[in-house]
């Protein structure tokens, strides 16, 4: 990681406004031309309930959370201990609690960490509807160098609607934080940002998954919610009318991926957007749209299974229901973002691709990923040539073959209206018109043709992002929301004079054995990060890759993130 | 010159491929398939903005048995991808075809939200009261005394499923009954369901002459319904509470809902909408 970073968590019972004051703080690190990376977590309850608030704000792009956190802020301790786990701090760490509240747990204050103590009720009941998260923004600002006339801006702007009062309420909550904070032991106060913020984004995992959506051309959507993929169908509900695009909520998720097909075949590009459980209800018909082939789009944000699991929070253990979960030998594409910003990039990618391959595509982002808010620069429009192949006119008394076993294994695909090309799409085996036949050899030449349109594609570069030293001889393998803290992991390592590269799979299938072969040229030692309990990608790699010699797993299960440290602490203690 | 040029009159057998049906001799899904030619061709409807979809079953083979634009998807879900397939394409006239267990068992709940979702949609129902494709086992609509099946040796026991009274409750726009023994009847029903804006339910007595040889009796049962439509779901439900299942031949219900069918609101570039992230 380059640039100089700061990480902080506000924390507090249902009600102590922690998350509200973490969007605040999120927005005017962002007007302060900082970069910013923030997560969530919350407590079962459907609304309110104890929450955290886990910011990392710097100078540069932020790649994931780092191995600790400078600074807790318990606005109160109610419940909070339940998220310890997910709030490692240190010595070097500062917590500020409300002596007025009790006192700070056991599970944080063991970790050696200084503690302060600010009466944030206190200091917001002398102020006339004060509020105490606004007292907790303001001693965050002062220590991480956060300077007033920001704050002010966004006050106004987010307070808008609630008049002046409410506005300079927050205002003199928030110095009343400022002003108490003034002689608090220091955490990393951050150099100011760059003035100009016009080329950056505030964006969700989630929401730039919307946006690949549409820049890749779907325009129906059918959606049936679930945790934590709702924020995708949610975004693109008011989006796609805009640009000429429906979305229906289907009644299951049996619905909400058969209504896509429809859409499909009937030529518009279609999406939908679910979890695990949703993921496991659609595999028949995933296998179904491979059959006949219909382009179509599954995003699974990954939650922690199986069954309902832990539906809030985040791990990377559906890679195998989505590689091998279809019955029969169904050669289909499954592709994985590897950050909050890519989510948008590879959600296009798997768009054009389906559509041009005419198959389904499952892309895995997760609950980390897709939750994640963050400050960063703005996406730049990639536009692929290509797109879903159209029959040309067919010569007088010409049967049209829609499933012909042509050279690319894609087959020119007609759309209802376009008269001459009448045709059934089929989940039976068929022949090259259509027909169903149980023959061997339709069924062999058909397999054949849907597995070589897959085989035979050129991926280009995309198949993985390959970054480090080029003569490395140890690489990290890593997939989706582990690469985060790879990447930090990889510039560490770098600093220290160690030679690694790190390369992430976009493209999980199909297979690129040559080009990763050639990434690997070199490479001794390799290992493999992610966040399962069984080392899901690990084994999937063992099966289809040739690995070196040396090769070690690094993998838990969710809902605890693989920390930057725990990778630099496998490489460097490996000799 | 084309503009005087009189436009080919469609006949049924524009409509009608060259694959031959899998169907056992005297299956009442041979009538079913030349009452949809004949309804497609009465309204001189182009082949190629028509498409049939299905799912999976003996009557869910039809697609492949018609000229227009066919769907065979999995079993139970020709609803929802019909749905799709309207909603993405309003332009296009779209039938569904299938039969007791595809539609009311595996396909239940999509058939339910297709009541009340009221797509503009022709759902026909090809009612045999038993699974054929599988070689005879008790559906939905089988009556539960029925022990010809060796799944259910004692009788399936349970109630059988009443698909026009749910279809009333869950909002279809369009009810009828018709048997396949009168495929004239069945094509004037099609048509007027196809013309009714919404979502139509045409069930159709259609006899499985291998596992239910009984049904063959159906042809002498069936009986012209006396009541005229109504818009009164209620008073359709009422009636069809009492009947016996054999009042065949007439339009049940018509109800007077608008079809749905989302509208995209513009036609803004996407990167317009980059404005959401901005700072």
């Known amino acids: 990681m380059s640039g100089q970073t700061v990480s902080l968590v506000m924390?507090?019972?249902?009600?102590?406004?922690?998350?509200?004051?973490?969007?605040?703080?999120?927005?005017?690190?962002?007007?302060?031309?900082?970069?910013?990376?923030?997560?969530?977590?919350?407590?079962?309850?459907?609304?309110?309930?104890?929450?955290?608030?886990?910011?990392?704000?710097?100078?540069?792009?932020?790649?994931?959370?780092?191995d600790c956190f400078h600074l807790l802020v318990g606005v109160d301790w109610q419940n909070v201990g339940r998220f310890a786990a997910e709030i490692p701090l240190g010595p070097q760490?500062?917590?500020?609690?409300?002596?007025?509240?009790?006192?700070?747990?056991?599970?944080?204050?063991?970790?050696?960490?200084?503690?302060?103590?600010?009466?944030?009720?206190?200091?917001?009941?002398?102020?006339?509807?004060?509020?105490?998260?606004?007292?907790?923004?303001?001693?965050?600002?002062?220590?991480?160098?956060?300077?007033?006339?920001?704050?002010?801006?966004?006050?106004?702007?987010?307070?808008?609607?609630?008049?002046?009062?409410?506005?300079?309420?927050?205002?003199?909550?928030?110095?009343?934080?400022?002003?108490?904070?003034?002689?608090?032991?220091?955490?990393?106060?951050?150099p100011a940002g760059k003035a100009d913020t016009s080329e950056r984004?505030?964006?969700?995992?989630?929401?730039?998954?919307?946006?690949?959506?549409?820049?890749?051309?779907?325009?129906?959507v059918a959606a049936?919610?679930?945790?934590?993929?709702?924020?995708?169908?949610?975004?693109?509900?008011?989006?796609?009318?805009?640009?000429?695009?429906?979305?229906?909520?289907?009644?299951?998720?049996?619905?909400s991926i058969n209504q896509i097909i429809g859409g499909s075949y009937g030529g518009v590009p279609s999406l939908t957007a679910t979890s695990g459980p949703g993921l496991a209800l659609m595999t028949e018909s995933l296998g179904l749209a491979v059959a006949a082939e219909v382009p179509i789009v599954v995003i699974d944000v990954m939650r922690v299974g199986p069954s309902t699991g832990i539906a809030t929070k985040s791990e990377q253990a559906d890679l195998n229901i989505a590689v091998y979960g279809l019955h029969g030998d169904a050669p289909h594409l499954v592709l994985a973002p590897t950050s909050v910003a890519d989510c948008l990039f590879t959600t296009q990618w798997a768009v054009h691709l389906a559509e041009s391959l005419q198959t389904a595509a499952i892309v895995l982002t997760d609950q980390a990923m897709g939750q994640a808010r963050a400050v960063m620069p703005r996406a730049a429009a990639v536009s692929f040539i290509g797109q879903r192949e159209r029959p040309a006119a067919l010569a007088e008394g010409v049967q049209y073959k829609r499933y012909a076993n042509t050279a690319s294994g894609v087959s020119p695909m007609a759309i209802p209206g376009m008269a001459g090309f009448m045709y059934t799409a089929d989940g039976l085996e068929h022949n090259e018109t259509g027909t169903p036949s149980s023959q061997a050899s339709d069924h062999q030449a058909q397999l054949d043709k849907?597995?070589?349109?897959?085989?035979?594609?050129?991926?280009?570069?995309?198949?993985?992002?390959?970054?480090?030293?080029?003569?490395?001889?140890?690489?990290?393998?890593?997939?989706?929301?582990?690469?985060?803290?790879?990447?930090?992991?990889?510039?560490?390592?770098?600093?220290?004079?160690?030679?690694?590269?790190?390369?992430?799979?976009?493209?999980?299938?199909p297979v690129q054995p040559e080009k990763f072969a050639a990434a690997l040229e070199g490479v001794e030692r390799v290992l493999v990060v992610e966040q399962s309990h069984s080392g899901q990608f690990h084994r999937y790699l063992r099966a289809q890759y040739d690995l070196?010699?040396?090769?070690?797993?690094?993998?838990?299960?969710?809902?605890?993130?693989?920390?930057?440290?725990?990778?630099?602490?496998h490489i460097t203690q490996w000799s | 010159m084309d503009a005087c040029v009189k436009q080919r009159e469609y006949t049924a057998k524009d409509y009608k491929s060259e694959v031959k049906p899998i169907w056992c001799p005297g299956c009442g899904d041979y009538s079913v398939l030349a009452a949809i030619t004949r309804a497609l061709a009465s309204m001189q409807l182009a082949p190629e903005n028509v498409a049939v979809v299905s799912g999976i079953g003996c009557s869910s083979r039809i697609p492949a048995y018609t000229s227009v634009y066919g769907?065979?998807?999995?079993?139970?879900?020709?609803?929802?991808?019909?749905?799709?397939?309207?909603?993405?394409?309003?332009?296009?006239?779209?039938?569904?075809?299938?039969?007791?267990?595809?539609?009311?068992?595996?396909?239940?709940?999509?058939?339910?939200?297709?009541?009340?979702?009221?797509?503009?949609?022709?759902?026909?129902?090809?009612?045999?009261?038993?699974?054929?494709?599988?070689?005879?086992q008790a559906s939905p609509t089988t009556e539960p005394d029925w022990e010809g099946s060796k799944l259910t040796p004692d009788g399936a026991g349970i109630e059988s499923f009443h698909p026009l009274v749910v279809a009333l409750a869950a909002g279809a726009n369009f009810v009828a009954r018709c048997s396949s023994?009168?495929?004239?009847?069945?094509?004037?029903?099609?048509?007027?369901?196809?013309?009714?804006?919404?979502?139509?339910?045409?069930?159709?007595?259609?006899?499985?002459?291998?596992?239910?040889?009984?049904?063959?009796?159906?042809?002498?049962?069936?009986?012209?319904?006396?009541?005229?439509?109504?818009?009164?779901?209620?008073?359709?439900?009422?009636?069809?509470?009492?009947?016996?299942?054999?009042?065949?031949?007439?339009?049940?219900?018509?109800?007077?809902r608008p079809a749905w069918q989302p509208e995209p609101k513009g036609a803004v570039a996407v990167a317009e909408l980059e404005a959401d992230f901005a700072l």
């Open chain 1, 548 to 569: 070196p010699r040396q090769v070690r797993a690094l993998h838990h299960p969710g809902p605890l993130p693989v920390r930057p440290g725990a990778i630099v602490e």
């Open chain 1, 201 to 220: 984004w505030s964006i969700t995992g989630n929401e730039a998954t919307g946006m690949g959506a549409l820049r890749g051309g779907v325009r129906f």
């Open chain 1, 450 to 509: 849907r597995l070589r349109k897959l085989t035979g594609y050129n991926y280009g570069d995309h198949w993985a992002d390959i970054t480090g030293d080029e003569d490395a001889d140890t690489a990290i393998l890593t997939w989706g929301s582990s690469a985060g803290p790879a990447r930090e992991a990889l510039a560490r390592l770098r600093a220290a004079g160690h030679r690694v590269k790190l390369v992430a799979v976009r493209l999980i299938s």
């Open chain 1, 224 to 255: 049936y919610p679930i945790t934590p993929a709702t924020e995708v169908l949610e975004w693109l509900a008011p989006a796609l009318p805009k640009v000429g695009g429906v979305l229906v909520q289907a009644e299951d998720e049996l619905a």
């Open chain 2, 71 to 136: 769907f065979h998807g999995v079993h139970g879900r020709a609803l929802p991808v019909a749905t799709g397939l309207k909603i993405a394409r309003p332009d296009l006239t779209v039938l569904v075809t299938g039969g007791d267990g595809d539609g009311f068992s595996i396909g239940g709940n999509h058939f339910l939200h297709a009541c009340r979702r009221n797509v503009d949609l022709t759902y026909i129902v090809m009612d045999n009261q038993v699974y054929g494709m599988t070689k005879g």
């Open chain 1, 11 to 66: 924390a507090g019972s249902g009600g102590a406004g922690v998350v509200t004051a973490g969007s605040l703080l999120l927005e005017a690190a962002a007007r302060a031309g900082w970069y910013a990376y923030m997560t969530r977590s919350s407590g079962p309850q459907i609304r309110g309930g104890e929450a955290a608030v886990m910011l990392r704000l710097g100078t540069e792009p932020i790649a994931s959370h780092d």
């Open chain 2, 181 to 256: 023994s009168d495929p004239n009847n069945v094509a004037d029903i099609i048509t007027q369901a196809i013309r009714h804006p919404g979502f139509s339910l045409v069930q159709v007595l259609s006899p499985c002459v291998t596992f239910r040889p009984e049904q063959q009796e159906w042809k002498h049962m069936v009986r012209t319904a006396v009541v005229d439509v109504t818009d009164d779901a209620a008073r359709a439900a009422r009636r069809l509470m009492t009947d016996d299942g054999f009042n065949v031949g007439k339009v049940l219900y018509k109800g007077n």
């Open chain 1, 93 to 190: 760490s500062l917590i500020i609690g409300d002596p007025g509240e009790g006192e700070t747990p056991e599970v944080f204050t063991r970790s050696g960490a200084q503690q302060i103590a600010l009466p944030m009720k206190a200091l917001a009941k002398k102020i006339p509807d004060g509020r105490p998260n606004m007292v907790a923004f303001g001693a965050i600002a002062a220590l991480i160098g956060l300077t007033e006339d920001v704050v002010v801006g966004v006050l106004r702007d987010t307070l808008k609607r609630k008049g002046e009062e409410a506005i300079a309420a927050s205002l003199a909550a928030f110095r009343a934080g400022v002003e108490a904070a003034a002689d608090f032991p220091a955490v990393p106060r951050l």
